[in-house]
């Protein structure tokens, strides 16, 4: 059974465009993360939630939005794409409360978004 | 600021030899340390922490970590190396600033190549 899904995990898109990435958990984790990793492999977070409340909201244009329907996922819509947003985006869950210091993160396969 | 340092992009080493692969933080107080690995087109996986006790910390795959407070440092080790231990690894200790929000600030990765 896959931990941590996302669809899709290619996406291709022109510029301008409005797209949305999903993410479910199967684990029971009451915390999801939405990280970016860039061309240079470098991983930054971006969002989390606890218990469908935002929690931690990095410096991220306001063209990504999260949304939290349940505990199990965590969405990501991006408004107006732009060539800048090119990158692997990973979803990741753990458990406990807030995602504190004792638990580890389960990651997602990865979706690659190319804009062009 | 709280950071993370990984200091070699690329740690080469040949089959059945010990890898080290260097992580050197800075976070005021105590810190809690993770090491997690990407293998390619894959999401990251947890390897090991150390939150608190025994400085010398097992995990998976045959892995271990050794915190030095003294040198700021927690470095991965295995002492014999497989040539499927060949990914990127990351280093990342959790924000302290950020109350029991869970954020994890990634150091910017070393990719190991075990080669036969």
């Known amino acids: 059974d896959t931990a941590v899904s996302q669809t899709p995990k290619y996406l291709v898109t022109q510029m301008g465009n409005d797209k949305s990435i999903k993410c479910e958990q199967n684990?029971?984790?009451?915390?999801m993360y939405w990280y970016k990793q860039d061309s240079k492999k470098f991983l930054k977070i971006m969002f989390s939630y606890n218990n469908k409340e935002l929690i931690i909201n990095e410096t991220v244009p306001n063209r990504f939005s999260p949304k939290s329907p349940d505990k199990a996922h965590l969405n990501l819509h991006i408004n107006s794409l732009e060539l800048g947003d090119s990158a692997v985006y990973f979803c990741?869950?753990?458990?406990?409360?807030?995602?504190?210091?004792?638990?580890?993160?389960?990651f997602g396969p990865g979706t690659r978004l190319t804009v062009t | 600021a709280q950071s993370v340092a990984q200091p070699e992009d690329q740690v080469n080493v040949a089959e059945g030899n010990p890898l080290t692969v260097k992580c050197t933080y800075s976070v005021s107080g105590n810190p809690y340390l993770f090491w997690y690995v990407q293998y390619p087109n894959r999401g990251l996986q947890f390897l090991l922490k150390?939150?608190?006790?025994?400085?010398l910390v097992k995990g998976s795959y045959g892995f271990e970590a050794e915190f030095n407070k003294s040198q700021t440092s927690f470095h991965l080790k295995k002492p014999s190396a497989l040539v499927s231990d060949s990914a990127l690894y990351f280093c990342a200790v959790r924000d302290k600033g950020s109350s029991n929000t869970g954020k994890l600030i990634f150091g910017q990765g070393t990719t190991l190549q075990v080669k036969p």
């Open positions: 684990l029971g984790h009451d915390t």
């Open positions: 990741a869950s753990s458990q406990g409360l807030a995602g504190g210091p004792l638990y580890e993160q389960y």
């Open positions: 150390y939150i608190t006790g025994d400085n």
